[in-house]
C-alpha cells in the first residue's frame, strides 16, 4: 500500500454546509488542500459510504479514489 503522506495523494478537508430539507441529503464542501482555492460543493445521501463518498469526489476532481485522504473534524475517515 502507498504511503498516505506521498505528494501523489489528495489530501481533501470536508465540510457539512447545510442541511437539505430533507434529512436523507448532505451537502459538502470539499476542499483539495494541495490547492488551496479548489473547492467542489457534492451533495450526496446521508448513509452513504465513504467509497461512495470518494467516487463523487473523483467524478468533480479527476482524482482517483485511491488517491484521496478524506478527513472531517481533523480526523481521516475510514472506508470500514
Do not use: G, H
Not at 451537502?27 to 459510504?49: C, G, R
Not at 473523483?58 to 485522504?69: L, M, V
Amino acid at each position: 500500500p502507498q504511503n498516505p503522506k506521498t505528494p501523489n495523494n489528495l489530501y481533501v478537508n470536508l465540510k457539512l454546509t447545510k442541511n437539505m430539507q430533507s434529512s436523507a441529503t448532505l451537502t459538502l464542501l470539499v476542499q483539495d488542500l494541495s490547492k488551496a482555492d479548489k473547492f467542489y460543493n457534492i451533495e450526496i445521501a446521508a448513509d452513504a459510504t465513504v467509497e461512495e463518498l470518494k467516487c463523487l469526489i473523483a467524478i468533480e476532481s479527476t482524482i482517483d479514489p485511491e488517491r484521496q485522504i478524506l478527513t472531517y473534524r481533523q480526523e481521516v475517515l475510514r472506508q470500514d
